[in-house]
T-cell receptor, first 114, second 113 residues
Framework: GNSVTQMEGPVTLSEEAFLTINCTYT??????LFWYVQYPGEGLQLLLK?????DKGSNKGFEATYRKETTSFHLEKGSVQVSDSAVYFC?????????????FGTGTLLAVQP | AAGVIQSPRHLIKEKRETATLKCYPI?????VYWYQQGPGQDPQFLIS???????DKGSIPDRFSAQQFSDYHSELNMSSLELGDSALYFC????????????FGPGTRLTVT
């Protein structure tokens, strides 16, 4: 079946530290991969995406590379800020009927301390 | 830019009551998805619609039903509410041809007491 596994949190970092949140997936076919971010009390925001192998998604200093050989899509940021504190969800998109539903990982809470 | 609109934002119901959640997609988006996020959980896909037809169905209880209307807005109807239905319900929309990229609304927080 299709599933997403991401590292458990919470992840606590000091400001300007390097961030890695691991994400691996299992899927039939060729899924698209996403990172969504959820700030406290808010909805889900698309952070970045990659639609095929070796694609690198990037946004707001965050990056993730679609690695087909390792079935991974790890999220990285070189220098985190307090404002990056949020829950991060890795997700894949699979075709169901005429539309693509998202399958999410369990989420990783990131807490950045000043 | 216009975003997905959900109403109401908060809803409190008692057990066995019914609830209706509404979703207005981004203009020119023809596909709508519903997700349920329990406390501390990841969002779970419930159901999707394209061009007013149900496209895919996930873990949606039989007590729930949904539809998409001619103006593309969608409604999720929930009956015989249970305490376990308390969750954040998200609607997302996309354009069919790029349906892998979904834009989420702010969610409706349903509390069942």
């Amino acid at each position: 079946g299709n599933s997403v596994t991401q590292m458990e949190g919470p992840v606590t970092l000091s400001e300007e530290a390097f961030l890695t949140i691991n994400c691996t997936y299992t899927a039939t076919g060729y899924p698209s991969l996403f990172w969504y971010v959820q700030y406290p009390g808010e909805g889900l925001q698309l952070l970045l995406k990659a639609t095929k192998a070796d694609d690198k998604g990037s946004n707001k200093g965050f990056e993730a590379t679609y690695r087909k050989e390792t079935t991974s899509f790890h999220l990285e940021k070189g220098s985190v800020q307090v404002s990056d504190s949020a829950v991060y969800f890795c997700a894949l998109s699979v075709l169901g009927g005429a539309t693509n539903k998202l399958i999410f990982g369990t989420g990783t809470l990131l807490a950045v301390q000043p | 830019a216009a975003g997905v609109i959900q109403s109401p934002r908060h809803l409190i119901k008692e057990k066995r009551e019914t609830a209706t959640l509404k979703c207005y997609p981004i203009p020119r988006h023809d596909t709508v998805y519903w997700y349920q996020q329990g406390p501390g959980q990841d969002p779970q896909f419930l159901i999707s619609f394209y061009e007013k037809m149900q496209s895919d169905k996930g873990s949606i209880p039989d007590r729930f039903s949904a539809q998409q209307f001619s103006d593309y807005h969608s409604e999720l109807n929930m009956s015989s509410l249970e305490l376990g239905d308390s969750a954040l319900y998200f609607c997302a929309s996309s354009q069919y041809l790029s349906s892998y990229e979904q834009y989420f609304g702010p969610g409706t927080r349903l509390t069942v007491t």
